[in-house]
């Protein structure tokens, strides 16, 4: 199976929601826009139906929090499916997924945008960091953030701590560099060695970076929507 992505941008499509089980759809419609999650939601579940053979509309996601323990929210999993590893993220204008069966998975999609605030660096990088983005400047400064910050929350996303861990203690490689976790510096414990890829989604606005616990280096197949 490698390790296969798909990404797409969010759509207003009403068919999108009889992909969805009743829980998703709860929490679909909690949502000012649920168009994001929808989008998200139904390209996981086609993702996996194409890799497995099941149909969409049969797979049970169930979610677990790794901090503590309820199914309310957390990393996702599918039931049934011990091999068979996912992950999900999705922003106001893209919906990225993923599947693998080469370990744990995380993938992350970041708008530009979400990365225009004082204080990026100090809440989510390191000194080392910092000091590599000296000297960039408009669109360059935001896609070298928004690419760090994606490998970061996709090696979270991966390990199942999430934001638990402060980002500025997981150390990854320069944005203009191959993607790679140079260090791992927080207390938490990380659960084995991490390969992490950045991903072209072809939306010049949005980074997206994918990060699996394993060994083994990443055959990635990028389907674009
Ligand atoms: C995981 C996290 C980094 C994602 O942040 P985000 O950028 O807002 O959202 P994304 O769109 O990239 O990803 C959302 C998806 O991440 C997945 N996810 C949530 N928590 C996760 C975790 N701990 N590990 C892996 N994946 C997780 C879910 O599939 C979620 O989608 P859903 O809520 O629609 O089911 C952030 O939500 C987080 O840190 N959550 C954990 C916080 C936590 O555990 N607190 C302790 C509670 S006891």
Redo the contacts with the bound molecule.
């Keep these: 199976m490698s390790v296969v992505i798909r990404a797409t941008q969010v759509i207003d499509d009403p068919r999108l929601l009889d992909l969805l089980d009743a829980g998703e759809r709860e929490r679909a419609d909690r949502r000012a826009d649920p168009h994001p ?1 929808i989008t ?2 139904a390209l996981l579940r086609r993702l996996v139906a194409d890799e497995t053979g099941v149909d969409p509309r049969a797979i049970d996601f169930q ?1 677990r ?4 323990g309820t199914d309310r ?4 999993h599918v039931v049934g499916m011990r091999d068979v590893h996912v ?5 106001d204008r893209m919906a990225v997924a993923a599947v693998t069966n080469l370990g744990e998975v ?1 993938v ?1 999609v970041e708008d530009l945008e979400s990365a225009d605030f004082d204080g990026f660096g100090s809440l989510t990088l390191d000194a080392t960091e910092c000091a590599q983005l000296a000297g960039l400047q408009g669109v360059a400064l935001l896609g070298a953030r928004a690419q760090l910050w994606s490998r970061k ?1 996709a090696i ?2 991966a390990t ?5 861990v402060d980002p500025s203690q997981v150390l990854v490689s320069a944005h203009d560099a191959p993607a790679e976790l140079l260090e791992w510096k927080a207390e938490q414990h990380l659960p084995g060695p991490m390969r992490v890829s950045d991903l072209d989604v072809q939306h010049s606005d949005h980074r997206a970076a994918v990060a699996v616990l394993t060994t083994q280096p990443l055959t990635l197949r990028l389907q674009r929507g």
């Design positions: 999650f998200a939601h979610r929090c790794a901090t503590c929210h957390g990393k996702p992950s999900v993220s999705y922003g995380g992350d929350e979270l996303k199942g701590h999430g934001l638990v």
